[in-house]
Structures are given as C-alpha cells and as structure tokens.
C-alpha cells in the first residue's frame, strides 16, 4: 500500500525556517517524481515545487523561490522541503504528492494526510 | 503562468443528478489535465487524469472529456458521497496551477 506521511510542520515566527519530511512507503520512491502541495486555510490548492526521480531537476512556484528548497534522499525514502524566510502567506497546511514515472511530471496519484504550517508572531 | 477557470465557483445539486463542472485554460494545454476530489479536512483525490482516463477505482459515474482550453468534469448520477469540492490542474508547463475550486453541496 502506498503511503506518503508529512511531518515537520509547526508554529515559526516570520523570517524563521522550518524543515518538512515526507516519508514515502509501499512504492520505488526512486522512480517517481514527487511534489509539495499546499492550501492555506479555506484556501484552494497551490503547487509549491517538483523534483525529479534522480533530483537533477527541481521546479518551484515563483512565490518560494530562493526561499524553499525541494529535496530527496531516495536511500531514506523521503522527501524534504527547506523553508527559510517564511512569512504569514506561507501558512497553510502542506502535501506530497506523487507523481509519475516518466521524464515529465505528470497528475499527482497519492497525497499524504498534511502537516501544517502556521507562520505567525 | 497558465491560469485556469473553473466554473461554476458553487454549485447545489441533489442526489441523483446529473452535473457538469467546467475549466477553461488561459492558453492550450494539450490533454495535460487532471482533475480532483477534495473533502473538508482530507487531501484532495485524483479521479481523472490526461483529460478523460478514470483513475483506477475511482466510480464510472465521473467522466472527463476535452482538450486544448476547455475541459468537463461530469458527475453522471450524483451519489451522497460526491459532495466535496472539486479541483482541475494543468500540467502542461511550469508553474503548475489549479483552478480555484468548485464546491458541490447538497441542494
């Protein structure tokens, strides 16, 4: 069974860091993309970043980049998303999902249950 | 940044009916479309991908068709369960985007 579960997330004042982790079971993590998804509160869905089976291409939403850096450890199974300079619009509840297996990303089949991350003073 | 435009925003519907969700893309996207389920507190859940291909074990009841800017999501009985909120992503180029969201409650 294919399982993805978020972890890391919290309360970090603006401007703080926080790390997110998502381990990955049931599956050859290594084979597929994988994505971070999030959606602030009552808020529709928005892509943060993709990265590539082997992790030589990574994509990021403009609102993150040089703040968010997407990552893998395919020996570990996870996944990981480095967030720095967060602000109050970065608070939002945050999803892997996975993607496909080809050279492109395509629709994200699994998704974890969230963490969420609340930016505030 | 390609946008996406679902329409209706929200839509009342009873058990039984039949109902169409549309999503227009700001320029064209091939078959490059997915669309998803999302109930209060869950993670979202694909039911369609490449514009018109059912996920596996998702109920013959949902049904996409399109291509190129616009798009359908057709519920062909609506079943109690149905009422959620319904996502379309493109994923013909970078940065990937999701419609706004159409939220199917109960009439």
């Known amino acids: 069974e294919v399982q993805l579960v978020e972890s890391g997330g919290g309360l970090v004042q603006p401007g703080g860091s926080l790390r997110l982790s998502c381990a990955a079971s049931?599956?050859?993590?290594?084979?597929?993309?994988m994505s971070w998804v999030r959606q602030a509160p009552g808020k529709g869905l928005e892509w943060v970043a993709n990265i590539k089976q082997d992790g030589s291409e990574k994509y990021y939403v403009d609102s993150v980049k040089g703040r968010f850096t997407i990552s893998r450890d395919n020996a570990k199974n996870s996944l990981y998303l480095q967030m720095n300079s967060l602000r109050a619009e970065d608070t939002a509840v945050y999803y892997c999902?996975?993607?496909?297996?080809?050279?492109?990303?395509?629709?994200?089949?699994?998704w974890g249950q969230g963490t969420l991350v609340t930016v505030s003073s | 940044d390609i946008q996406l435009t679902q329409s209706p925003s929200f839509l009342s519907a009873s058990v039984g009916d039949r109902v169409t969700i549309t999503c227009r893309a700001s320029?064209?996207?091939?078959?490059?479309l997915a669309w998803y389920q999302q109930k209060p507190g869950k993670a979202p859940k694909l039911l369609i991908y490449?514009?018109?291909t059912l996920q596996s074990g998702v109920p013959s009841r949902f049904s996409g068709s399109g291509s190129g800017t616009e798009f359908t999501l057709t519920i062909s009985s609506l079943q109690p369960e149905d009422f959620a909120t319904y996502y379309c992503?493109?994923?013909?180029?970078?940065?990937?985007?999701f419609g706004q969201g159409t939220r199917l409650e109960i009439k």
């Open positions: 992503q493109q994923l013909n180029s970078y940065p990937i985007t």
């Open positions: 320029q064209g996207i091939s078959s490059y």
């Open positions: 999902a996975r993607g496909g297996r080809g050279i492109a990303a395509v629709h994200f089949d699994y």
């Open positions: 490449a514009a018109s």
């Open positions: 049931g599956f050859t993590f290594s084979s597929y993309w």
